[in-house]
């Protein structure tokens, strides 16, 4: 009679054990569950401004941020779910001359976009004429 109960209550444990595990949290960290690909293109304007471009999926949240080299984050744009385009001028005249990355990611996949600002110096004439 002993062993008929002990074994009652373990299968009765065993239940609520595995009931419970079933209601568990299947996403703990807060993640996304929703990936949205996306398609971008960087490129400089004649006027000498950074030009972003991006196609992405409905459903899933994307994230663009501007960089130093020292990983500092000058800009940063958040993509919500039912966005579907992104154009964006950014006006870099104002930034000091160095190496920034362009970053786009969806926290699955990341791009980076590595770009240099470097200021041209003025050349001078390697000759000198003198009217008298």
């Known amino acids: ?9 373990l299968a009765l444990t065993l239940g609520f054990v595995t009931s419970f595990a ?3 949290n299947t996403n703990p960290g807060g993640r996304q569950t929703v990936v949205a690909s996306f398609k971008s293109a ?12 991006l196609d992405k999926e ?6 663009v941020q501007l ?4 990983g500092k984050i000058l800009y940063a744009q958040h993509l919500s779910k039912k966005e579907r385009q992104y154009r964006r001028l950014l006006n870099v005249s104002e930034l000091p001359d160095g190496d920034y990355q362009v970053e786009i990611t969806n926290s699955v996949e990341t791009t980076t976009h590595k770009m240099t600002l470097s200021t041209q110096q003025p050349v001078m004439p390697s000759r000198l004429v003198v009217i008298n």
């Open 1 to 9: 009679m002993k062993t008929l109960i002990k074994s009652l209550a």
């Open 22 to 24: 079933t209601f568990a």
């Open 42 to 53: 960087i490129y400089t304007t004649v006027s000498g401004k950074l030009s972003i471009a």
């Open 58 to 63: 409905i459903g899933g949240v994307v994230d």
């Open 67 to 70: 960089k130093n080299k020292d």
